[in-house]
């Protein structure tokens, strides 16, 4: 069974600094999505970058990137010039991608993001 | 255009007592899962709705069961209610990609916060 570890419960960083928030995940499968949402105290879960496996080449979503390491199966988002609004829950996130309509995501506990002005 | 809306937002039942929670998805999209958050972890798939069936189903008992509309809106229904269904519960939709290949994104309401006493 395919799971997803977020082994940071808390991160915190200075605001215009860069965090990078770690994520590891084990799968027997080749090809197959990573994500990142983030979860502010509103709750709603909101998409924040994407990674495809079968692409080599890391994620970029304006100050949102990814350090994709396939062999290693960890995926960690790197957030640079820190806002109070990056402030969250940040999950990591696993779904095959050969499943169909399949859209069954696993997801890691979760790291909360403080961001200190 | 709507994004996806979910009733109530907050509720608060005893134990033994239904409840039915409500979703209407993203314009656009067919698919509906629901996700089950208990606090301070991530979300926990319940089931997945489209062409108003259940399509795969998570380890969740048969207290909790759900149906889908032609209009693509679905409901979670929870019974005999326990202490340990209080949760966030989140409905994420989606649009079924017939024949190519699937980029996997969800978008997720703001959720109905649960609570039985």
């Known amino acids: 069974a395919q799971t997803v570890t977020q082994s940071q419960p808390e991160m915190s960083v200075q605001e215009a600094e860069t965090v990078t928030l770690s994520c590891t995940y084990d799968t027997s499968e080749s090809d197959y999505y990573l994500f990142w949402y983030k979860q502010p105290p509103s709750r709603q879960m909101i998409l924040v970058i994407r990674?495809?496996?079968?692409k080599q080449q890391n994620a970029t979503e304006n100050r949102f990137s990814v350090n994709f390491q396939k062999a290693a199966k960890s995926f960690s988002l790197k957030i640079s010039d820190s806002q109070l609004g990056d402030a969250a829950m940040y999950f990591c996130a696993y779904r095959r991608s050969n499943a169909g309509n399949n859209r069954k995501l696993i997801w890691g506990l979760g790291t909360s993001l403080g961001v200190n002005p | 255009d709507a994004g996806v809306t979910q009733s109530p937002t907050h509720l608060i039942k005893t134990r033994g007592q239904q409840v039915t929670l409500r979703c209407s998805p993203k314009s656009g999209h067919d698919t509906v899962s629901w996700y089950q958050q208990a606090l301070g972890q991530g979300p926990q798939f319940i089931f997945q709705y489209y062409e108003e069936e259940e399509r795969q189903r998570g380890n969740f008992p048969d207290r909790f069961s759900g149906h889908q509309f032609p209009n693509y809106s679905s409901e979670l229904n929870v019974n005999a209610l326990l202490l340990g269904d209080s949760a966030l519960y989140l409905c994420?939709?989606?649009?079924?990609?017939?024949?190519?290949?699937?980029?996997?994104?969800?978008?997720f309401g703001e959720g109905s916060r649960l609570t039985v006493l």
């Open positions: 990674q495809e496996a079968y």
């Open positions: 994420a939709s989606s649009r079924r990609d017939r024949g190519r290949r699937v980029t996997g994104e969800l978008f």
